[in-house]
């Protein structure tokens, strides 16, 4: 929820750039890893301490970048298990809560009851190549696809999503109920979540992962050589699955010896060192701009 991914590399810029000393950065509310995987590839970065306060995220993360993807991370989930197995404290809940619910809210289940059939079949479809969920696919959209059509090989689920897709549209006559159905098809968000994943490959060696509240999070590298990062949830906003009480944590940023980076719409007591302008993750019509800032503690 709120995706550093397409802001990453900037920010580890900026940090480097203010900070030529720096050799640790603890990414204290690391969420889905974006800055602890960017900064972890940096050559004069030694050692990344990636914190998340949810454990069933952390465990994924952990999971991740130690032992990589496995293939029943690819099972599609239907709305009742998502219930079931969001809250639970493991790398299963932790996949669940973040790949299937609706903007990464870890809330809500990701697809509408009216389309959630036709995304688990085109899910399974893709993932699999099954013959038996394109039979069932084929019996409500009138033979949308052929058996060698799902004959993927090597193809990466990106590819064979695009393929589908494109298949789709020139065996269809392009009705409007027609095109409707297609939309399950361009934006299968549970296979984009599941796409990321698979670009990680086994990280070794630098990054350190932890579940703590943030100020439990014991930091000891050298002042000099060390920078924290912060990406709270933002006040005001749509609400986390976690509460934080924002007196507590602004005032540890202000105790802190060690500098302090935070992005934020909006702070009242600290420095902004940079802004960045783009579309909200969070947004489903693609549209929303926003203005991110990020601060600094000293």
Request: hydrophobic share 35%.
């Amino acid at each position: 929820m709120g995706s550093k991914r397409k802001l990453s590399s900037k920010i580890i810029d900026k940090i480097l750039e203010d900070n030529p000393n720096c050799k640790y950065i603890y990414d204290l509310f690391g969420g889905g890893g974006a800055i602890s995987l960017e900064a972890s590839q940096r050559d004069n970065i030694e050692a990344v301490f990636y914190n998340e306060l949810d454990t069933g995220v952390s465990m994924l993360f952990d999971e991740l970048i130690n032992s990589g993807v496995s293939d029943w991370m690819f099972n599609s989930v239907s709305r009742e298990e998502f219930f079931e197995y969001k809250d639970e404290d493991s790398i299963r809940g932790g996949l669940i809560k973040t790949c299937w619910s609706f903007g990464n809210s870890g809330k809500s289940y990701i697809y509408g009851k009216k389309i959630e059939e036709d995304k688990l079949l085109l899910h399974d479809i893709i993932v699999s190549g099954s013959i038996e969920v394109l039979d069932k696919l084929n019996k409500k959209h009138n033979n949308i696809l052929s058996n060698e059509d799902i004959e993927f090989k090597d193809e990466t689920f990106l590819k064979r999503r695009l393929r589908i897709l494109k298949t789709a549209r020139n065996n269809l006559n392009l009705q409007r109920y027609e095109l409707q159905s297609l939309q399950s098809l361009e934006r299968l968000q549970s296979l984009e979540s599941l796409e990321r994943l698979e670009r990680l490959e086994s990280l070794e060696g630098n990054i350190i992962v932890s579940n703590l509240s943030y100020e439990d999070v014991d930091i000891i590298t050298p002042i000099d050589e060390t920078v924290i990062y912060l990406d709270p949830p933002y006040k005001g906003t749509t609400k986390y699955s976690k509460t934080i009480d924002f007196d507590k944590l602004y005032k540890w940023i202000k105790d802190s010896e060690y500098k302090i980076y935070i992005s934020e719409y909006n702070l009242d007591d600290f420095k902004v060192v940079k802004e960045f302008s783009h579309t909200s993750s969070l947004s489903a019509t693609k549209t929303n701009k926003v203005v991110e800032k990020l601060y600094v503690n000293r």
